[in-house]
């Protein structure tokens, strides 16, 4: 069972272009999280994905920023006419449905975000 | 809202000895869980350990261990006989499915292993 892919793993955009974060979650699981990882910081979290569905995306800046897990394919962060202020470690989360408790949630190896 | 704290950025330790790291939370929720993740240099997210907040007895993992003092929101991670390995950041985190599906996580210690 592959693990929770994401790529690429390294992207470098200009300021202003627009950057597009790719993440598959494990085999069976239909939940997604985004984190971001500012340098020297804690991951924070962004947004919470279900198929189709945005559960929770309090954690999104309110512009230029936006997530999507549709039925087919992977989760997709895309970022708007990025600003070095974005340069960040993206880390996508997957876990299994759950009605209670806490499934563990396996974490993607990241997508560094470079913007010059 | 949860809030989770580590005080200590940078903590180093001898090669066979043993480093405590420090960690507090604050939570408004009965039902939750804490957690210690790893991060090596090679940035991937490692769960080191993991404590149900209804369990009293302290979680271990071979060599790594925590004490939950949960009147004292605190959470703190045993490393004992280090090894080179472990030197990484390692994040303190919370959960609680009642404050939305979301880890909150510290800012980390950075935890140096000398040979």
């Known amino acids: 069972n592959a693990g929770v892919m994401q790529n690429p793993r390294h992207l470098v955009r200009r300021r202003g272009q627009e950057a597009r974060l790719r993440c598959s979650p494990m085999?069976?699981?239909?939940?997604v999280y985004w984190y971001r990882q500012l340098p020297e910081e804690g991951l924070k979290f962004m947004v919470y994905?279900?198929?189709?569905?945005?559960?929770?995306e309090s954690g999104m800046p309110k512009e230029r920023f936006s997530a999507e897990f549709p039925k087919e394919g992977p989760s997709i962060l895309r970022i708007q006419q990025v600003v070095r202020g974005d340069s960040a470690a993206y880390f996508c989360?997957?876990?299994?449905?759950?009605?209670?408790?806490?499934?563990?949630?396996?974490f993607g190896p990241g997508t560094r975000l470079t913007v010059l | 809202a949860q809030t989770v704290t580590q005080s200590q950025p940078e903590m180093s330790v001898q090669e066979a000895e043993t480093v405590t790291l420090s960690c507090t939370y604050d939570?408004?929720?009965?039902?939750?869980?804490l957690f210690w993740y790893k991060q090596p240099p090679s940035r991937q997210m490692i769960l080191v350990i993991r404590?149900?907040?209804?369990?009293?007895q302290n979680a271990t993992e071979n060599r790594f261990s925590v004490n939950f003092q949960k009147a004292a929101k605190s959470f703190s991670l045993k490393i004992s006989d280090s090894q080179l390995g472990d030197t990484a950041m390692y994040f303190c985190?919370?959960?609680?499915?009642?404050?939305?599906?979301?880890?909150?996580f510290g800012g980390g210690t950075r935890v140096l292993v000398k040979p």
């Open positions: 985190a919370a959960f609680s499915k009642a404050a939305g599906n979301k880890l909150t």
């Open positions: 989360a997957s876990s299994p449905p759950t009605l209670y408790g806490y499934n563990e949630q396996f």
């Open positions: 404590q149900e907040a209804y369990k009293q």
């Open positions: 085999k069976g699981h239909s939940h």
């Open positions: 994905l279900q198929k189709e569905n945005i559960i929770d």
């Open positions: 939570t408004s929720e009965n039902n939750y869980y």
